[in-house]
């Protein structure tokens, strides 16, 4: 038998490499087919079983079922290439190698898979969560790297520490590579599509599609003001403009003047975008500037060239007020209504048209009518039918946001003013930690725009019936809404916990997303030319990370390279006796063993003979003669010894 038949026959991977496979599968059941998760965590304990319960498999029942996965992946996907078949098939040849693993080599070939298999992990959700994860998991593979290495003579904890020593050792060097390594265009983690969030934005709008969304505290986006924030009733982000209607949906219409923005102060901004699926891109007002490659539409709204699939960060600035003309044919699609309009919308605004037809004393009768005639917000606004317009204004009225802005829209165009609705987001909550505006789905909503003398101007017929709805949408304010409790504006000592602990979190989760997930060679750029460094080119930087890594090994050699042995309390006494010696003139020499030197020293001094030959004598029957007894001795003795320079 050949020694490597030899090492295979007694060889089985520790099972801590096969809770590696396991822990970095898990994770992509929410990305891939579970069949495939499965199918490697059943190889991987076919491996484990196989010596006990389950026979070894042949070697072509590998390549049957190397063949069969291969068959697998290419039938549900229809290639081999790509985020997902590509991830898959690599799992699942993982559980394959495990199976077939005999040796220490195929057991460290099994850790290394997993490294990029957890590459996948990062590549479909880079969080904070999944951060922390990759690191444990390093430290897990690095102690099942040493007990392939040296299987005997090493504890759980020993390895535990040793490799969390280097992980410790490694952060820095890892951290400074990932700043300043040239980056790849768009980012690492641009490269594989995000999961797509829900941030409730739809071109339709119709009764129901917003008030759904309360329920759902998601993140959509984060918005960062380069100078004064807005204040919260005018951050108004856009997204949809709505001009066309059948009298229960209304959807956008062919916009085709732009016109242009000036007059009041202006916004400089950043927003942090999650995945939504679609290339609508939330702007506050009325944008005048927007990133390269984008594309600033008619209504202000902002499109993205592709469909938002991983985190977007882009710079807006915004503007208060648009002007532009308003052309004969946008004023017909403006004013256009269903030929079924209910007569009494006609009749009621025939009454205010007689008091006066300015489009700003209509829009305020509209408003007045609804405050007058008691109309209530509500979360969960009963079924509108067919008609849902006539019904909301002469029999609910009660709804929410995209009620009041589509009758107000309808009541403007009765009264031959153009009109339109706007769909997007309101509000969101400052985060004093992060100093960012956090922007969740609850803050969708709907408003209105009036032409009144060259511009659109902005009404809001909610903030004008509820305006609490629009300042507190906390589950506390949804409860006062719909059971009647009273709100006093306070939360319990653990709601206010839980509620700061959230901001400290999505404050970290907005750092992570700047500096990790969105960390793309533009950022790296912005980066360097803050620390000076403007026209660092690909060359340059590389060689600045080969200087900074060499710098950095040599202070990990020098700070940490020193292993600290454990050493017994009659090695450190003989230590400084021999440390003494030193002083008067005699040093020990490197190997030099305790009797040897014990014999040179007593001939070099004499009168101190009588003491270098008791310490030595304790020494050695503590240290190899296991006399623990001797050990006070020795110390006595060492203590007393405080020998002085032969006189000249």
């Known amino acids: 038998m050949t020694a490597r038949a030899a090492e295979a026959a007694v060889f089985a991977p520790p099972p801590l490499v096969a809770g590696l496979v396991a822990l970095v599968c898990l994770p992509l059941l929410a990305h891939l087919p579970w069949w495939t998760v499965v199918a490697a965590l059943l190889f991987t304990g076919w491996r484990y079983a196989r010596d006990r319960y389950v026979a070894r498999p042949p070697r072509f029942l590998l390549w049957l079922l190397v063949a069969a996965v291969t068959l697998l992946v290419y039938a549900h996907f229809h290639t081999l290439f790509g985020e997902h078949p590509g991830l898959s098939f690599l799992i699942m040849l993982v559980g394959l190698k495990c199976l077939e693993s005999d040796s220490p080599r195929d057991a460290v070939v099994l850790v290394l898979l997993s490294y990029v298999a957890l590459l996948g992990d990062l590549l479909f959700q880079p969080s904070i969560a999944m951060g922390a994860f990759s690191l444990l998991f390093l430290i897990a593979s690095f102690v099942a790297l040493s007990a392939i290495a040296q299987p005997q003579g090493l504890g759980m904890r020993q390895r535990f520490r040793q ?11 890892a951290a400074l590579a990932y700043v300043v390594f040239p980056r790849i265009a768009g980012g690492l983690w641009h490269s594989a599509p995000r999961p797509v969030g829900q941030t409730g934005l739809t071109p339709d709008l119709r009764p129901g599609s917003l008030s759904a969304l309360l329920s759902s505290r998601a993140v959509a986006m984060r918005v960062i003001f380069h100078g004064p924030r807005p204040a919260r009733d005018r951050r108004y ?36 975008l999650n995945p939504t699926g679609n290339r609508v891109l939330p702007a506050l007002d009325w944008p005048l500037k927007v990133p390269n490659g984008d594309i600033l539409g008619p209504g202000g709204v902002v499109r993205a060239r592709h469909a938002v699939r991983h985190l977007l960060r882009y710079r807006v600035t915004s503007g208060a007020r648009r002007y532009g003309p308003l052309t004969p044919g946008g004023r017909r699609r403006d004013l256009a209504l269903p030929a079924t309009l209910d007569p009494r919308i006609r009749q009621l605004v025939a009454r205010w048209r007689k008091t006066g037809s300015a489009p700003r004393a209509l829009a305020n009768d509209a408003l007045t009518y609804f405050v007058r005639h008691h109309f209530v917000y509500t979360l969960n606004p009963p079924t509108m039918g067919r008609d849902p317009i006539p019904r909301f204004l002469f029999h609910v009225r009660a709804g929410y946001c995209e009620d009041y802005a589509a009758a107000f829209a309808t009541l403007m165009r009765a009264a031959g003013v153009p009109a339109r609705v706007v769909v997007g987001f309101y509000g969101g909550e400052f985060n004093p930690d992060g100093g960012d505006i956090i922007v969740r789905d609850y803050d969708a909503h709907a408003w209105d725009e009036i032409w009144v003398r060259g511009r659109w101007l ?25 059971h009647g409790a009273l709100f006093h504006g306070s939360r319990s000592w653990w709601g206010r916990l839980h509620h700061r602990l959230g901001l400290w979190r999505d404050a970290a989760t907005t750092e992570w997303d700047n500096w990790v997930v969105d960390y793309s060679s533009r950022r790296q750029a912005e980066l360097l030319r803050r620390l000076g460094l403007r026209d660092a080119g690909p060359l340059a930087l590389g060689l600045v990370t080969l200087i900074l890594a060499l710098a950095a090994l040599s202070l990990v050699k020098t700070l940490g390279g020193r ?27 490197g190997g030099e063993g305790p009797r040897d030197f014990s014999v040179r020293a007593r001939v070099a001094r004499p009168d101190l003979g009588t003491e270098i030959a008791a310490i030595t004598r304790c020494y050695v029957a503590c240290r190899y003669g296991g006399r623990n007894e001797a050990l006070a001795e020795l110390r006595a003795r060492v203590a007393r010894f405080r020998p002085r320079p032969r006189s000249r």
């Open 563 to 589: 292993v600290r042995v454990a050493r017994d309390p009659a090695r450190r006494a003989y230590e400084r006796y021999c440390r003494r010696l030193e002083r008067v003139g005699l040093a020990r020499a």
């Open 237 to 272: 982000f856009r997204a949809y403009v709505l001009t066309v209607t059948n009298g229960r949906v209304w959807r956008p219409g062919r916009l085709r003047t732009i016109g242009h923005t000036r007059g009041g102060p202006l916004s400089s901004y950043t927003v942090l």
């Open 163 to 173: 490799s969390t020593v280097i992980m410790l050792q490694a952060i820095p060097l």
């Open 458 to 482: 902005r009404v809001d017929p909610t903030a004008v019936v509820a305006p609490g709805a629009l300042q507190e949408r906390w589950p506390a304010f949804r409860r006062f809404l719909e």
